[in-house]
Nanobody, 129 residues
Framework: QVQLVESGGGLVQAGGSLRLSCAAS????????MGWFRQAPGKERDFVAA?????????YYGDSVKGRFTISRDNAKNTVYLQMNNLKPEDTAVYYC?????????????????????WGQGTQVTVSS
């Protein structure tokens, strides 16, 4: 497992942007697939985005964020990012970073929380209308 610490959350108006960061400990960060999930009050934890590692980064996105959010990683800095543009009030949630040591060839596994064995504490994103 790795230790994960998210940052970059905050309050933003609709249409604005935020960039979340997730710093990971450990020397094997580059071998982990990384994901972002979010959870709004009273709702389940939903998949946002993931980036795999084998053969070069491959990215996956939930339908509600496609075209607005971009996931990226900097293995030299042990950090994964989530650039969020054109934010909407329905994006309001606690955003969690997660790490998976397992490579999966398709998005289906990365979209499941159970595929990840390490989680950060979460960072709050609030989008006002």
């Amino acid at each position: 497992q790795v230790q994960l610490v998210e940052s970059g959350g905050g309050l933003v108006q609709a249409g604005g942007s935020l960039r979340l960061s997730c710093a990971a400990s450990g020397r094997t960060f580059s071998s982990y697939a990384m994901g972002w999930f979010r959870q709004a009050p009273g709702k389940e934890r939903d998949f946002v985005a993931a980036i795999s590692w084998r053969g070069g980064p491959t990215t996956y996105y939930g339908d509600s964020v496609k075209g607005r959010f971009t996931i990226s990683r900097d293995n030299a800095k042990n950090t994964v990012y989530l650039q969020m543009n054109n934010l909407k009030p329905e994006d309001t949630a606690v955003y969690y970073c997660a790490a998976s040591p397992t490579y999966y060839p398709t998005m289906n596994h990365y979209a499941r929380a159970a595929s990840y064995d390490s989680w950060g504490q979460g960072t709050q994103v609030t989008v006002s209308s």
